[in-house]
């Protein structure tokens, strides 16, 4: 069998589909002890969201990796309330119902022990097959060429084993924990050399692969005048990063968690009655919709092709005497009115007084 094909991080520089499978392969070895973690409460909140996105989506292949490993699924039966897509936490909606999430995971568990068994005893019978073939002698048939002196005196290049493992067998192997992979090593050495011969072929292809990719670069440079050539990373490996994009959060409940907050830092110790969050979150719209009418009445007003902050920031401070700092407000004219009895009162004349040529109330 040829050796394998050298996937991403190889020197090809191919683009490599099982990145994200050996990535998440490495996160599903992590699965029991995050979940461990997480009932200490030693995650962080962005972690537990993320970890609860994982649970949900990658509930099959979690299962088999557990039965796979172990055969103890009982973490992902027993998950501490923060890790429950089936529950509310710090402001999260639900994913499922509960009755869907203990259906869900008892239909995957069932799955993955049918997918186990399934592999083990495909893994079983190849190697059977490989352990006949390679102890069978090989008989010559009358007719078939036969090796002259000459062939078998010269020159003898490198034999691979006759019972070579196949592409499919040893990805297969690779996708394995290490403990169980050992386990069947040490239930079966056949399978231990052949998967080790297939593992040192790609080695060295690989190696092989990296000398020709270095030399060409290196003939490269010399004909381009000196220009570096592109280089590739021959890493393959992935660091376990629990960081994926959490579901963005409803309007509604970042509203009711924003005020929350503030009932806690306000008033510790009380909470909103059903409703309140409700009700404030009416005001708080009607309130941005009458600022905005305003803003757009005044920008219309002073002929302007846009909105601009100092018209809201104008608006508030007129209507609601709300000062929002950093906002250039427009200039006002702070000027004192004289009500309106007092210009009466200043304004008065009396008539006796006029007629007699005397003035008014102010100049006597």
Request: glycine share 8%; net charge positive; hydrophobic share 35%.
């Amino acid at each position: 069998m040829s050796a394998p094909t050298p996937s991403a991080g190889t020197p090809t520089g191919q683009p490599n589909p099982q990145a994200s499978k050996i990535n998440l392969t490495q996160i599903m070895s992590n699965i029991p002890h995050l979940i461990k973690l997480a009932g200490q409460g030693s995650l962080k909140p962005i972690q537990i969201t993320q970890l609860r996105s994982i649970l949900f989506k990658n509930i099959k292949q979690i299962a088999i990796s557990l039965i796979g490993s172990n055969g103890d699924t009982q973490p992902l039966l027993n998950l501490p309330p923060s890790l429950d897509p089936s529950r509310v936490w710090e402001g999260q909606s639900p994913m499922c119902t509960a009755e869907d999430w203990k259906n869900l995971a008892a239909n995957a568990i069932g799955e993955a022990r049918v997918k186990v068994k399934e592999a083990a005893g495909k893994v079983q019978t190849r190697v059977a097959v490989g352990t006949s073939g390679s102890s069978t002698p090989a008989h010559s048939q009358p007719g078939s060429p036969q090796p002259s002196s000459s062939q078998a005196s010269g020159t003898q290049q490198p034999v691979r084993p006759t019972a070579f493992m196949p592409m499919e067998e040893f990805k297969a192997m690779l996708a394995l924990t290490p403990e169980a992979r050992h386990a069947l090593f040490e239930k079966d050495p056949a399978v231990k050399r052949r998967f080790m011969g297939a593992l040192n072929s790609y080695r060295e292809h690989q190696s092989k692969a990296a000398q020709a990719q270095s030399q060409n670069q290196a003939a490269g440079q010399a004909t381009s005048g000196g220009l570096p050539a592109p280089t590739t990373n021959l890493h393959t490996g992935q660091a376990f990063q629990l960081a994926l994009p959490a579901r963005r959060e409803r309007d509604e409940d970042r509203r009711k968690r924003k005020f929350k907050e503030y009932v806690k830092e306000d008033a510790p110790g009380m909470e909103l009655e059903i409703g309140v969050p409700e009700v404030l979150g009416e005001v708080m719209d009607a309130f941005v919709a009458e600022a905005a009418k305003g803003a757009f009445k005044l920008a219309r007003h002073r002929k302007a092709e846009k909105v601009e902050l100092k018209d809201i920031a104008y608006f508030l401070d007129k209507t609601y005497s709300l000062t929002v700092p950093g906002f250039d407000v427009h200039p006002t004219e702070r000027r004192h009115i004289i009500p309106e009895g007092d210009r009466k009162k200043g304004k008065g004349v009396a008539p006796r007084a006029a007629r007699l040529g005397r003035g008014t109330k102010e100049e006597d």
